[in-house]
């Protein structure tokens, strides 16, 4: 589970926690970023429904990496399998990555707070009924049952 910002909110919030997500800024906007997202965030963002989108699919994919010296290719290697995880990358600009999390975030019951004052937060334990839980709403339009544990990953519909 990531450590915090929106990625950490929308577990909070599947999980069943009220969540606030507080940001000085508004969403989307831009920041500085290389936009590779590796294996292993392709599975969490799947997750978190964000593979779902069709914009996700237009995204381009990396399946090696290679590494260039003056011109010259030193080396190129397909990126490894691991169980759990695709065997390739994508490039997506942090300005749509950031705003689909964000997204992911709300879907699944945080709320949103843009422009909010720099603030300490804690954290208490209320559930509720989680929005994407087996046997709710959400769950129930994608197809899941209550007790089902399926996880799919990174596969388009």
């Known amino acids: 589970m990531p450590a915090g910002g929106p990625a950490g909110a929308a577990y909070l919030a599947e999980a069943g926690y009220a969540v606030a997500l507080l940001d000085q800024k508004t969403f989307p ?12 965030a392709i599975a969490e963002l799947d997750y978190l429904g964000v ?8 995204t ?16 190129a290697r ?5 169980d759990g995880l695709p065997d390739y990358g994508r490039v997506i600009p942090r300005i749509d990555l950031d705003h689909w999390i964000v997204q992911a ?6 709320e949103l707070l843009e422009r909010a004052p720099p603030v300490m937060v804690a954290i208490w334990p209320i559930r509720r009924q989680r929005p994407g839980a087996a046997g709710s709403p959400a769950a ?3 197809g899941a049952t209550a007790g089902s ?3 799919r990953c990174c596969s388009r519909g």
């Open 29 to 40: 906007r831009d920041k500085v970023c290389g936009d590779f997202v590796g294996p292993a």
């Open 51 to 58: 593979t779902d989108r069709p914009e996700f699919w237009h």
């Open 60 to 75: 381009n994919e990396i399946r090696q990496a290679v590494l260039y010296l003056d011109g010259e290719e030193l080396i």
């Open 78 to 82: 397909d990126f490894p399998r691991a």
């Open 105 to 110: 975030a709300v879907g699944a019951g945080a």
């Open 140 to 142: 129930r339009s994608r």
């Open 149 to 151: 544990t399926t996880r």
